[in-house]
């Protein structure tokens, strides 16, 4: 694992402590740029490095501010309680107070997306515009991938074993573009699933998932938001389909909308110049 830590912790990762349901957790987390802080929430199977793209083209004129879900990427796994995303509003609010700020712009991706969500439902004073990026919202059938690994049968050996092609495969189905998914992406969304705690963890909150997203209450007070609204989705998205996009388009007639042709889950991944360009001119506006 040594070297699977020299490789995705750089001079930006720093670590703070935070409660984590029934436990306490050690997120890792980079802090870069200057001017309105913009906080990123990253999807399932995924890390902090998701964003380095967006991190780059927006750390000239915002303060980016993104961390590892715990029991993803090198935050340790939560207690028992804390896999729940409605969980993670509340880890999301520990860390934002401990780094002192009042209030921000955020941006959240998949799962990122439905905490981002629910947090700008609970602390609406806090969040000044809000970006979701094939965000979970409503009701669906699971990726395969999470569904598998999931299932009561397979749960017990998953936690223990996963192999590669399980992962390529993720990183394949959340790309519209083969030609976009570089080794460089493939080999990390496998090497940050290596160590024990990681692969438990995928597992667990795979589980939650299967559970939350078939239960009636998933998109509850979703029209109660009242952060400006910005919603990006890719057409060929296989984790969360186009056809919710529409659905948030139909409960928030006066949000804006992008859709990017034969792109996958992850724009900001798959297309980030684009993507980050387009977040900017939301952010930017009066």
């Not at 050690?26 to 740029?33: A, S, V």
């Not at 939560?78 to 921000?104: A, L, R």
């Not at 998949?110 to 965000?135: N, Q």
């Not at 692969?199 to 299967?210: G, N, P």
Request: with cysteine.
């Amino acid at each position: 694992m040594k070297h699977i830590r020299l490789k995705y912790i750089n001079k930006e990762s720093k670590f703070i402590e935070v409660e984590c349901g029934d436990t306490n957790c050690r997120l890792h987390y980079r802090d870069e740029g200057n001017g309105p802080v913009l906080l990123l929430l990253h999807g399932m199977c995924a890390s902090l490095h998701t964003w380095d793209a967006w991190a780059e083209e927006l750390k000239p004129h915002y303060r980016i501010i993104r961390f590892d879900i715990p029991g993803f990427g090198f935050s340790s796994p939560p207690g028992k309680d804390g896999y729940d995303p409605t969980i993670g509003v509340e880890i999301m609010e520990e860390f934002v107070k401990k780094m002192g700020i009042d209030h921000f712009f955020l941006a959240g991706n998949s799962i990122g997306g439905f905490i981002a969500w629910k947090y700008a439902l609970k602390y609406p004073e806090k969040v000044d515009k809000l970006i979701l990026i094939d965000a979970v919202g409503h009701n669906q059938d699971l990726p395969w991938v999470v569904s598998f690994a999931s299932h009561p049968v397979i749960r017990p050996f998953a936690r223990r074993f996963m192999p590669r092609f399980f992962f390529d495969m993720a990183a394949r189905q959340v790309f519209g573009d083969p030609a976009k998914l570089t080794e460089q992406i493939k080999d990390r969304y496998f090497e940050l699933s290596t160590s024990d705690d990681n692969r438990k963890s995928y597992v667990d909150f795979f589980t939650i998932m299967r559970k939350l997203c078939h239960a009636k209450e998933l998109p509850e007070g979703m029209d109660g938001i009242k952060s400006p609204l910005l919603v990006m989705w890719g057409t060929k998205d296989r984790w969360v389909p186009l056809k919710y996009f529409h659905l948030w388009k139909q409960s928030f007639p006066h949000g804006e909308f992008k859709v990017y042709e034969g792109v996958g889950h992850t724009p900001m991944e798959e297309i980030p110049i684009q993507t980050a360009a387009d977040a900017r001119a939301f952010l930017m506006a009066a």
